[in-house]
């Protein structure tokens, strides 16, 4: 399976993006990660085909993802300049157990 990102961008505090990811295949769990500048990579959000979805607590209220068959998609509102960084779309079969990985899209968060 092959993950295909974008929608990265440079915003103002308070602002919004939207990202896409479009994987080549079927695929269970979908999700977004975020590597902040010196920070280690964590997850952010994920999705399953039945729907069922998750957030970190550092985004819960701000960010959705949303998921249109192989399509998925991060709203991301309010956006705060501790969001900057790169966000890199995943999957798997298994949550916990990700696979696949596409290419990072940048988004920086201006105060």
């Known amino acids: 399976v092959q993950l295909q990102a974008s929608g990265g961008g440079l915003v103002q505090a308070g602002g919004s993006l939207r990202l896409s990811c479009v994987a080549s295949?079927?695929?269970?769990?979908m999700a977004w990660y975020h590597e902040a500048p010196g920070k280690l990579r964590e997850m952010v959000a994920f999705?399953?085909?039945?729907?069922t979805s998750n957030y970190a607590s550092s985004v819960k209220g701000r960010f959705t993802m949303s998921r249109d068959k192989n399509t998925v998609f991060l709203q991301m509102n309010r956006l705060k300049p501790d969001d900057t960084g790169v966000y890199y779309c995943?999957?798997?079969?298994?949550?916990?157990?990700?696979?696949?990985w596409g290419q990072g899209t940048q988004v920086t968060v201006s105060s």
């Open positions: 995943a999957a798997g079969e298994v949550l916990g157990d990700t696979k696949y």
């Open positions: 295949g079927d695929i269970n769990v």
């Open positions: 999705i399953t085909t039945k729907g």
